[in-house]
């Protein structure tokens, strides 16, 4: 595969997904000595892990609105400058309210990174090659844990856990000059060749969004009645919930039930987010390998989609293996399949989307319904772990939404977002098409 100029693009998207769990995994790393210092329990560690999708959760429609308003460059560069300098005051603070204060508006930052994804993947990318573009992007979520897990159990064992925090924080900026510096759309790109720019602007769009990408937003309102939005929700809650489990809980479920050093624990929490970013961009380039331009104006990226998601339930399985090698190869199929799945469900949603100017606003309501899971995952786990001593129920719980997940993909994701109501035929499948 020959590279091309607008590859450096989707390493700055993974780049931008890294730093960002980079700085949300931070917490969990240090947690063990966070929660010595400030004398907390499992319960309110679990609060402490959840507080800063609190603001993340409330800000990403209107995120997601700005995007739609002033561009991806300008609001993804002020997002970042502001959760790169909460992630740097975090460690400056001196109490549990400290923290959840600094989290918090670090959620608020953090809101846009997925709505102006999201919009950049479909001003760059062409739509044969959007599921890679979208999976190469997730991977950062997953790369970043992995970087931390390593890197910051380091820092903390030979630092403070404070300044793990710091540090995270300059790594933000220096992204953001060189977001400032390089990034520009297609059409305004000085490094890029003129053939390249005009393939990008040829192929970005199948034919039926290259319709529609001028057409007039179809609103919030006609977003949250559709039924085909609540489906895409759904099934970015069953993910975002594991997901969440594990970047807040695997470090201390590695220390607490299988009894591993602060070092060694991070080692081993990077082993299944590395494998599971080779699962992830290889399913994400054999979905766009499979799926013909015909197929994805037909919403069929679903079936795979909800093929991608039930291979996750394996963590189902993790109560009952005792083999340590085991337990991580089990994680690392349910996260790899998770990430696939958290990336092309917000592909698919991009595929069904009939108004490019939708597509913020879209992407947050979607986060919302995946993020309302990840607030409780933290949550549910330091109440389960409390009261039970182990993890068993919080794995099981896991694995049955992700169940839930693959149905809500291949059930409820029929229809396009954003045409009137009548009956159209697509590929080999009769749909009922939805306001």
């Known amino acids: 595969m020959r590279w091309k100029s607008r590859y450096w693009v989707y390493l700055m998207l993974f780049a931008l997904a890294a730093i960002n769990y980079l700085d949300r995994v931070a917490l969990s790393v240090s947690a063990g000595r966070i929660q010595t210092a400030l004398d907390i329990d499992k ?30 460059r300008t609001v993804t560069a002020a997002s970042m400058a502001l959760w790169s300098a909460a992630t740097a005051l975090t460690g400056a603070a001196v109490s549990m309210g400290g923290i959840i204060a600094a989290r918090v508006v670090m959620g608020i930052g953090e809101s846009s990174c997925y709505p102006a994804a999201s919009r950049i993947i479909r001003e760059w990318v062409p739509s044969g090659e959007r599921g890679t573009a979208m999976t190469l992007f997730n991977s950062g979520a997953y790369f ?46 000085t490094w890029l060749s003129t053939e390249e720019r005009d393939t990008i602007r040829r192929e970005r769009e199948t034919s ?8 007039n937003p179809v609103g919030l309102g006609r977003l949250i009645a559709s039924r085909t939005m609540w489906g895409l929700m759904l099934t970015q809650g069953a993910g975002a919930y ?74 189902l399985f993790v109560p009952w293996v005792t083999s340590i090698e085991a337990i991580l190869l089990l994680i690392t199929v349910a ?17 069904l989307l009939r108004s490019k100017a939708d597509l913020g606003r879209a992407t947050g309501l979607l986060l919302i319904g995946g993020n309302v899971f990840g607030f409780l995952a933290p949550i549910v786990t330091g109440y389960v772990v409390q009261a039970t001593g182990r993890f068993d129920t919080a794995f099981a719980a896991a694995g049955g939404l992700l169940v839930m997940g693959a149905l809500s993909s291949w059930f409820l994701t029929r229809s396009p977002i954003g045409e009137r109501t ?14």
């Open 43 to 72: 319960v309110q560690l679990g609060y402490l892990f959840s507080s800063f999708l609190w603001g993340y959760t409330l800000c990403l429609i209107p995120i997601g609105l700005l995007v739609d308003r002033f561009g991806s």
């Open 144 to 189: 970043g844990p992995a970087l931390g897990a390593v890197g910051l159990s380091w820092l903390v064992s030979v630092l403070d856990w404070r300044w793990s925090f710091v540090i995270c924080g300059v790594i933000g900026f220096v992204w953001l000059g060189l977001w400032l510096a390089f990034f520009r759309q297609p059409e305004h790109t």
């Open 208 to 215: 039926s969004q290259s319709e529609a990408a001028a057409a």
């Open 242 to 315: 594991t997901q969440y489990l594990f970047l807040t809980w695997l470090p201390n479920y590695l220390q607490a039930e299988r009894g591993m050093t602060l070092l060694k624990s991070g080692t081993v929490m990077a082993l299944p987010y590395l494998g599971s970013i080779v699962v992830s961009v290889a399913l994400g380039m054999f979905s766009d390998r499979l799926l013909t331009a015909r197929a994805v104006e037909a919403g069929r990226r679903r079936l795979v989609l909800g093929a991608v998601v039930l291979g996750g339930a394996v963590i």
């Open 335 to 351: 996260l790899g399949s998770v990430a696939t799945g958290n990336a092309l469900n917000i592909t698919l949603l991009g595929d």
């Open 422 to 435: 009548g009956v159209t035929l697509r590929g080999d499948m009769t749909e009922q098409i939805e306001g």
